[in-house]
C-alpha cells in the first residue's frame, strides 16, 4: 500500500507564479486535508474536504484553491504565490475521528 | 486563547528518565485527542489516541487524558536517544473530523 502520495518533494516558485501540488490515497479514506508548517511551529489547516465534491475553507485558506472530483485525489491549487507561502505543505487523510495519515510533505519556497 | 496549547520547549532529559509533555485545549466539546511524533524533515506519525478520561499505556507511552480540566499528557518512560524529536498534540471538535493541532514541543533525550 502506498498510503498518501504527495508531489513534489521540492519546488521554488518565483512571485505570483502558480502551481498545483498533488496528493492521492489509496486507503479508500472519505476525509483529506491540506496543513501547512511554518518553521518551529504546529500544523494550519488549509483546506479539507469530507467527500468527493465536498470542500471547506480550514483556518489558512486565503491564497489556495482546492478540488475533489474523487475520493482518491485531493490537488491544493496556489495562484499568485507570495513569500508568506513559503512553507512546508502536508496532505493527510482520515476515516474522520481518527488518526491522520500523513504525504512525505512538498519543501516550497516562494522567491 | 490558542486552542491547542503545549508547554514551551525545549525539553531535555537524560536517557532512561521520563519525559513529561503537557498540552491544553480550549474547546469542550473536544472528543479526540491524539500524539504525533515528528523527527526533523519528516511528516509527522501517531504515537498514541486517548478518547475517554483515564490512562491509556502502549509499551513505553501512556497518554492520560483529563477533559473537566481540558487536559492532555503524554509520559514516556525509559526515554532514549531516539525518541528525540518534535511531539505534537491534537484535537479534533465533536465529530468534525478536523484535527487542530498544538505548536509542538521539541525532546531532546540525551546518552
Known amino acids: 500500500n502506498a498510503g498518501v502520495t504527495q508531489t513534489p518533494k521540492f519546488r521554488i516558485l518565483k512571485i505570483g507564479q502558480s502551481m498545483t501540488l498533488q496528493c492521492t490515497q489509496d486507503?479508500?479514506?472519505?476525509?483529506m486535508y491540506w496543513y501547512r508548517q511554518d518553521p518551529g511551529m504546529g500544523l494550519k489547516l488549509i483546506y479539507y474536504s469530507v467527500g468527493a465534491g465536498i470542500t471547506d475553507k480550514g483556518e489558512v485558506p486565503n491564497g489556495y484553491n482546492v478540488s475533489r472530483s474523487t475520493t482518491e485525489d485531493f490537488p491544493l491549487r496556489l495562484e499568485l504565490a507570495a513569500p508568506s507561502q513559503t512553507s512546508v505543505y502536508f496532505c493527510a487523510s482520515s476515516r474522520g475521528n481518527e488518526k491522520l495519515f500523513f504525504g512525505s510533505g512538498t519543501q516550497l519556497s516562494v522567491l | 486563547q490558542k486552542e491547542v496549547e503545549q508547554n514551551s520547549g525545549p525539553l531535555s532529559v537524560p536517557e532512561g528518565a521520563i519525559a513529561s509533555l503537557n498540552c491544553t485545549y480550549s474547546?469542550?466539546?473536544?472528543?479526540?485527542f491524539f500524539w504525533y511524533r515528528q523527527y526533523s524533515g519528516k511528516s509527522p506519525e501517531l504515537i498514541m489516541s486517548i478518547y475517554s478520561n483515564g490512562d491509556k499505556e502502549d509499551g513505553r507511552f501512556t497518554a492520560q487524558l483529563n477533559k473537566a480540566s481540558q487536559y492532555v499528557s503524554l509520559l514516556i518512560r525509559d526515554s532514549q536517544p531516539s525518541d528525540s524529536a518534535t511531539y505534537l498534540c491534537?484535537?479534533?471538535?465533536?465529530?468534525?473530523?478536523?484535527?487542530?493541532f498544538g505548536d509542538g514541543t521539541t525532546l531532546t533525550v540525551k546518552p
Open positions: 474547546d469542550r466539546v473536544s472528543q479526540s
Open positions: 486507503m479508500n479514506h472519505n476525509y
Open positions: 491534537a484535537v479534533i471538535r465533536g465529530n468534525a473530523g478536523k484535527s487542530t
